[in-house]
């Protein structure tokens, strides 16, 4: 068995896993982030133990544990620098701390590739060797897998995708403190600034201009209104699309993968944003870099993380890449 | 023993490597295109057993040949499909001709890889697992190479850094099709592009303006030029850095490398080409992903690709990757 975490600053989701990543069991704890989020790692041990009584197994039936945490991973030595959502400061071991908690091989990896690693394995990249995802939540982050394996870079930073410089013009600033990064103009958050931007520029009618107005304006009301025709959202949704699509003409003539994978709470609006992407998508690229490959929304919604945190396991513990 | 041949459309770089990748014998032929190039793979193999015998050493002291070729390859088969500057066409099997023909273990990759795993083992980016090296030649080509492996991408197109839309003006069109390519602005063709333009656009004094008039210039004449401080050469030589750095801040986001390699005869600038890339890259670039990495010239020259493809039969035969 395998046992897996994904650590988020609500909810930590838990789960018991067989050496092919199906689930045999899954759950989840509240995360307690008192104290600096110091009982976080012994509230996940603990309930491991718990629940694996429950199905007559103990920690000793167990190979590893794969954990995803919501911060920047030092993966060769499982140290995570800080993760303000968990109230985690500085830098802490995991692995070391897990380790010495179970007594197994831990592996540790930010939230973003664990999530793609569970993708790769049991949902929209499943039997692909290539796949990259790209999470479109508040920010946009994401993670690559080449040759059966997450590409981390040296300094951990691969797969930034939020951070590839796309609005020419410059015109947001990003939580990184540069402009144009792709996070100001396709996150949840880069939605709204396209459609206060442009509501300014061009004064369209629109049925979410009373939103605008009064500041209270969210991605899902311009993709439902986009989706019910509304002239303005979708000239948003297509400049948001474009901006995307630019995004992964490049992805794919970096690691040409077979699937880019959309993830993340913008991910919801489906094959509507697919659809707008692919209008862009082949005239930006390298031919050969596009041939066969596919956009396609995740599967796995929540489960991603955790499935993706065992699969850390089925690579480094049993050695099985595919 | 590893024999290893960069085939190139004028000759074929040979040579005998022990597994460490260093060099016990190297050599040069002629590559004899006659034919459709059906003699280039027999005349290679005639000439290793022939350079094997003069070190009293038979094809059965070997474990496996590496080939780079000109062109673009199915990795995972060994099929090139055409290079022209062979006079091949068409898709073919270069791994089980050159199996039948010496009975050993073939591996062939296409000569920017090769010449991208040639630094990693021997060159610029020796003892890393994560590197990049960018070809600046008539084209713009390179390769990635992430935890100590290739990338070739699903479809072989992973590396194809020549195809990163940079230039937003979308000025030239690139050999592809399409427009704003890196490669119309930072290949050898590139930098004479953009000379040519500024020139017109600006009317500038310059040393160069003789060859600018006669549409005889050379990329060389620029860097030359620049180098000596002619103002109008600098200015284009600006330009070209930026574009440049640009692509780099991309490829530093994606895969995150220790050290970005510049290949190829534009590399030849040295240091001078390195100091004004240096001039934009960081401010383009994520902070996390510029950390550390540095932008370096190859070290190999004309044997890189000769001692990458060598290297295909320490990770793929022997299974040692670093």
Chains 1, 2 share one sequence.
């Not at 069991?25 to 603990?46: A, F, P, R, S």
């Not at 479109?136 to 590839?164: C, R």
């Not at 209008?279 to 031919?287: A, E, G, I």
């Amino acid at each position: 068995m395998i046992l897996a975490a994904d650590i988020g600053g609500t909810t930590c989701k838990l789960g018991i896993l067989d050496s092919n990543l199906n689930i045999i069991k899954k759950w989840e704890i509240v995360t307690n982030k008192d104290d600096n989020g110091t009982h976080i790692l012994k509230n996940i041990y603990d309930s491991f133990i718990k629940h694996l009584s429950t199905i007559n197994l103990n920690i000793k039936d167990c190979i590893g544990v794969g954990l995803g945490v919501p911060g920047p991973v030092d993966f060769n030595n499982g140290i995570i620098n800080g993760a303000i959502n968990l109230n985690w400061h500085g830098k802490i071991n995991i692995k070391a701390q897990f380790e010495a908690l179970s007594g197994l091989p831990v592996y540790v990896d930010n939230d973003a590739n664990v999530a793609t690693l569970g993708e790769k394995f049991q949902g929209a990249g499943r039997n692909e060797s290539d796949v990259v995802c790209v999470t479109l939540g508040t920010g946009v982050g994401g993670g690559i897998v080449s040759n059966h394996e997450l590409i981390h870079g040296f300094n951990g930073a691969a797969g930034e995708f939020g951070h590839i410089t796309v609005d020419t013009k410059q015109r947001f600033k990003c939580n990184c403190g540069k402009h144009g990064c792709l996070e100001t103009v396709a996150s949840a958050t880069g939605v709204v600034n396209l459609a206060y931007h442009y509501y300014e520029e061009l004064q369209f009618k629109t049925v979410i201009e009373e939103a605008i107005i009064k500041k209270e304006l969210q991605a899902k009301m311009i993709f439902d209104a986009a989706k019910a025709g509304d002239e303005f959202s979708v000239y948003v949704i297509k400049k948001v699309a474009k901006h995307l699509a630019y995004a992964f003409s490049i992805i794919s003539v970096m690691t040409n993968p077979k699937h880019i994978i959309i993830g993340g709470g913008v991910s919801k609006a489906g094959q509507f944003l697919v659809d707008h992407i692919e209008q862009y998508y082949k005239d930006l690229t390298f031919p050969p870099a596009y041939e066969g490959t596919k956009i396609v929304t995740a599967e796995l919604g929540n489960d991603a993380g955790m499935i993706g945190a065992a699969g850390l396991i089925k690579i480094y513990v049993l050695g099985e890449k595919i």
